[in-house]
């Protein structure tokens, strides 16, 4: 674990002033944001960039020839780029944009999945999976006849390696995965996973949704086929995310969505389809809510992320630290290398309750099974406290979250 000292380098103040939600007040008191891993706050420049597209450049991109139609194009695609940089995609042809991270899972099991997993097949998930990659391959599975099995955890909320290994075969089709669990902050060794799977001929699906704002990600390293990430959780705007697919892979895809915009040529008889990505973006895309993404990779890529990975680790080890010292809290998850997720329980207090009190200090945290059922079962909870931290975050809101807990205990003893 980092050590806090020298983690704290980061200019926390200058990047908290970059975010106007910070101005204001919650029940009279400071803002201390603590639900990242649902939705990051957006800075400034990212919704700056969305309403001066929004005021000035408002239009329908491609096949457009007026000016704003012209320029709409210009950023749309300067942003498929970007993200193509920002996941080191070997090509922008690669990327594909999706209304978010659950959408580019649902496209991934219906053109990939309905082509290729038969009766008698069997897809490969963890019990870590947020219920956006754990659903729609149990849909697959319910609809072709295949069979879903679910890679246990050791108890430190880390993979068991063996387990998962075992429970791969020549009959694997797809192996999908979390590169970091929403719930308990685990990183998942994607290269090792992705390295057996290939062995067996599987296809690998990483859901990156908490990876990317706080790893550094490289699909070409991690060797996955298709990996997806959501805008709202990399400081940008809700509505839109990034699917990169490798491109043998996405040019034998059929369309999951049919429509304008997709197409190569239509006649009477028939329709050819646009190679991709334009194949899997039917219709108007969701342009501004793109350009505002495009402003948001480019802000955090302005940043050191080795820093950010640095300051958020010393966050979290202050954190566990501390709230483990609250009497009757539990941490859920421990393993090692796990990013700033921290979810825990409190005895005799129902997770909601611990939100509504943290609420009314000014505190915002998530409460609930966080889209892990099939998880929380396993913790045997029906749902944990979450705090997440976000870059903007710093060890007054640490303080702050432990201050609120123990205000949880006077209220509930």
């Known amino acids: 674990m980092v050590g806090v000292a020298g983690a704290l380098s980061l200019d926390v103040a200058a990047i908290r002033a970059a975010?106007?939600?910070?101005?204001?007040?919650?029940?009279?008191?400071?803002?201390?944001y603590l639900d990242t891993a649902a939705s990051a706050q957006m800075p400034a420049a990212a919704i700056e960039a969305m309403v001066r597209h929004q005021s000035e450049g408002h239009a329908n991109v491609h096949r457009g020839v007026h000016t704003l139609s012209y320029e709409a194009t210009e950023a749309y695609d300067a942003v498929r780029e970007r993200a193509r940089r920002f996941l080191n995609a070997a090509s922008a042809d690669e990327v594909i944009f999706a209304h978010g991270t659950t959408s580019a899972i649902n496209l991934v099991a219906r053109s990939w999945g309905d082509a290729h997993v038969k009766r008698g097949d069997e897809i490969v998930v963890t019990l870590l999976e947020h219920h956006s990659n754990f659903v729609p391959w149990q849909v697959l599975?319910?609809?072709?006849?295949?069979?879903?099995?679910?890679?246990?955890?050791?108890?430190?909320?880390?993979?068991?390696?063996?387990a998962f290994e075992a429970l791969l075969s020549d009959r694997t089709r797809v192996v999908a995965v979390a590169h970091v669990s929403n719930v308990l902050g685990t990183v998942l060794p994607?290269?090792?996973?992705?390295?057996?799977?290939?062995?067996?001929?599987?296809?690998?699906?990483?859901?990156?949704?908490?990876?990317?704002?706080?790893?550094?990600?490289?699909?070409?390293?991690?060797?996955?086929?298709?990996?997806?990430?959501?805008?709202?959780?990399?400081?940008?705007?809700?509505?839109?995310?990034?699917?990169?697919?490798?491109l043998s892979l996405l040019q034998a895809m059929a369309p999951y969505e049919t429509g304008g915009g997709m197409i190569e040529r239509v006649?009477?008889?028939?329709?050819?389809?646009?190679?991709?990505p334009g194949r899997f973006e039917a219709g108007t895309p969701p342009i501004l809510p793109v350009v505002g993404l495009g402003a948001a990779i480019e802000w955090l890529a302005s940043l050191d992320r080795e820093a950010i990975a640095a300051h958020e680790q010393a966050l979290l080890a202050r954190a566990t630290e501390r709230i483990s010292e609250v009497p009757g809290?539990?941490?859920?998850?421990?393993?090692?290398?796990?990013?700033?997720?921290?979810?825990?329980?409190?005895d005799g207090v129902h997770p909601?309750?611990?939100?509504?009190?943290?609420?009314?200090?000014?505190?915002?945290?998530?409460?609930?099974?966080?889209?892990?059922?099939?998880?929380?079962?396993?913790?045997?909870?029906?749902?944990?406290?979450?705090?997440?931290?976000?870059?903007?975050?710093?060890?007054?809101?640490?303080?702050?979250?432990?201050?609120?807990?123990?205000?949880?205990?006077?209220?509930?003893?």
């Open 141 to 162: 599975a319910e609809r072709t006849g295949a069979r879903l099995r679910v890679a246990p955890l050791l108890p430190d909320g880390s993979l068991d390696r063996g």
């Open 19 to 32: 975010f106007p939600v910070f101005g204001r007040r919650v029940r009279g008191r400071p803002l201390v």
């Open 267 to 276: 006649t009477i008889e028939r329709t050819t389809f646009a190679p991709p």
């Open 329 to 346: 809290v539990r941490v859920l998850g421990t393993a090692p290398g796990k990013v700033s997720v921290l979810s825990f329980v409190m």
């Open 352 to 413: 909601h309750d611990i939100g509504t009190v943290l609420d009314a200090e000014g505190i915002a945290i998530r409460a609930g099974h966080h889209c892990a059922q099939p998880l929380m079962h396993q913790l045997g909870v029906p749902g944990t406290a979450r705090a997440s931290f976000g870059v903007y975050n710093d060890l007054d809101d640490v303080d702050a979250l432990v201050s609120g807990l123990q205000r949880v205990r006077e209220v509930f003893a």
């Open 190 to 246: 994607v290269r090792w996973i992705a390295d057996l799977a290939h062995a067996r001929g599987a296809v690998v699906v990483v859901d990156g949704a908490q990876s990317a704002p706080h790893l550094p990600v490289d699909v070409q390293a991690l060797g996955c086929d298709f990996f997806v990430c959501s805008g709202h959780k990399l400081y940008g705007p809700t509505g839109v995310g990034v699917l990169y697919g490798r």
